[in-house]
């Protein structure tokens, strides 16, 4: 999946950066099943000491895959996408 990501000051202690799916961004590739659905956001607010930060996502597996087989990956996908996030932010 392709992601269209935004990143938008709520105010001068929060940041949403929204998550959109665009399933088709670029050509269909053989063997690849492309999720039907995905969106989510990531909330970063700066507390005391901190930032408090929140993610939360919803995909859709496409073409039969069953949804217990595509939660397998459920675990790396914060973790790539906040490492995605931080390569982003570094370049801006």
Do not use: C
């Not at 961004?25 to 607010?45: C, D, Q």
């Not at 000491?49 to 790396?76: C, D, M, R």
Request: net charge positive.
């Amino acid at each position: 999946m392709v992601y269209e990501m935004s990143i938008d000051t709520v105010s001068d202690q929060e940041i949403l950066v929204s998550l959109k799916g665009i399933s088709n961004y670029i050509p269909h590739k053989k063997g690849i099943v492309r999720m039907k659905k995905a969106s989510g956001f990531i909330r970063l607010l700066a507390i005391k000491g901190g930032t408090e930060l929140t993610y939360q996502f919803h995909s859709e597996p496409g073409k039969g895959i069953p949804v217990w087989l595509a939660n397998q990956s459920i675990a790396e996908l914060p973790f790539k996408t906040l490492s995605g996030l931080r390569k982003t932010l570094k370049n801006n």
